[in-house]
């Protein structure tokens, strides 16, 4: 039985998506917000927010002014590189090494660092990091969130310890890609919002369980009451310039000695986005069983939205490359969460959606067709 799936009729985005809704075209708020950048959103009136912003925050003792999380990626670079040569700020960029990372993911970062820029690279725990990355692979089917939760914390805590009052995100990813579409309009958001949105509602409290506060440093949110008095700004690029992750790749090859991987990534005919880790390509097998859509459907999205693949021609790519197994990784992820293949297979078996796939000589198939 073929089970049907709802899909954007703009993208090829579906209805299994968390949190996307479809217009009466049946469009995907991605897809609608894309054309309201294009019609409705004042850009000149945003970039006038942003002066204001970087007028208010800009440093005049000496002590950098604004955080910007970097990775050595195509978006991390361009913001910084923005906010540092075109806003003239003074930027501390700050990385969390993320575990099982890629040589071309440490390669860029150097790249990207060489080029001139002060950066505070952060190694959290590998103990603590290999342990509570296996807990929210089994209990939520996402084996990057204790990476994801320190990034976000090691942002927070050190822009209050710190005393440096601006924080500069990339995209708004829930606007961009299509999910909530909450914060389109806001140029700053809060720490409920960061855990609802970025953390899938993970808390990560429930740890203390396991490890003490101390242990956790990098994984606890400072508390509201800190949050608060230190007054900090938050903010996404994406908010004040339209998101562009083809021109960021340009920039960043340019001017920040980004390099590509040599082969596409897996599930995807894509080489240069997401390559800190090869965790991503596990998160995306495990997003494909849950929701039967993958990196390539991701992919496909943001290049039809740029109006540089018709639909046609992403629907031929999604058929060929979403979903496929991470098989070349599979030692790495056995060794990182320290599983035997079967208890990795029971993960996958676990997290399967069965209204959409069914299991076949080993291995989940879709049940579904896309359309
Ligand atoms: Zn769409």
């Keep these: 039985m073929t089970f049907k799936l709802q899909y954007c009729k703009n993208c090829l985005m579906p209805s299994t998506r968390p949190r996307i809704t479809f217009d009466g075209r049946g469009w995907c708020n991605a897809c609608v917000w894309t054309e309201e950048k294009r019609r409705v959103v004042d850009w000149t009136e945003r970039k006038s927010q942003l002066a204001g912003l970087y007028e208010k925050y800009r440093s005049r003792e000496g002590n950098f002014d604004c955080i910007i999380p970097v990775s050595g990626g195509k978006d991390s670079s361009y913001v910084a590189y923005m906010m540092k040569h075109e806003l003239g700020m003074h930027p501390l960029c700050v990385n969390i090494i993320p575990p099982l990372e890629f040589d071309v993911g440490r390669q860029n970062l150097e790249n990207f660092v060489n080029t001139g820029y002060d950066c505070l690279r952060i190694v959290s725990n590998p103990l603590i990091t290999k342990r509570i990355s296996r807990r929210t692979l089994v209990d939520y089917g996402q084996p990057l969130m204790s990476w994801i939760i320190n990034v976000q914390v090691a942002v927070f805590k050190l822009a209050i310890n710190l005393h440096i009052p601006l924080v500069m995100f990339g995209e708004e990813g829930e606007t961009e890609y299509g999910g909530s579409s909450k914060l389109k309009n806001t140029p700053v958001y809060d720490m409920e919002d960061s855990i609802r949105l970025y953390l899938s509602g993970v808390d990560p409290r429930q740890f203390l369980d396991e490890f003490s506060e101390k242990e956790l440093y990098w994984w606890l949110y400072p508390s509201e009451q800190q949050f608060r008095a230190a007054n900090l700004a938050v903010a996404h690029w994406s908010y004040f310039e339209d998101w562009d992750p083809y021109k960021h790749y340009l920039v960043a090859k340019e001017k920040c000695g980004m390099r590509e991987k040599e082969m596409a990534s897996v599930g995807t005919y894509n080489n240069f986005a997401q390559t800190d880790t090869c965790l991503y390509d596990i998160h995306t097998y495990l997003m494909y069983l849950k929701f039967g859509y993958g990196r390539c459907t991701q992919d496909v999205g943001i290049d039809i939205r740029r109006s540089a693949m018709s639909r046609g021609q992403g629907l031929q790519l999604v058929r060929n490359f979403d979903g496929h197994y991470p098989e070349e990784y599979i030692d ?38 896309v359309s």
């Design 332 to 369: 790495a992820y056995l060794d990182f969460f320290d599983m035997k293949r079967e208890e990795l297979e029971a993960v996958f078996d676990k997290w399967a959606n069965k209204d959409l796939f069914e299991k076949k000589n080993g291995r989940w198939m879709p049940t579904f067709e």
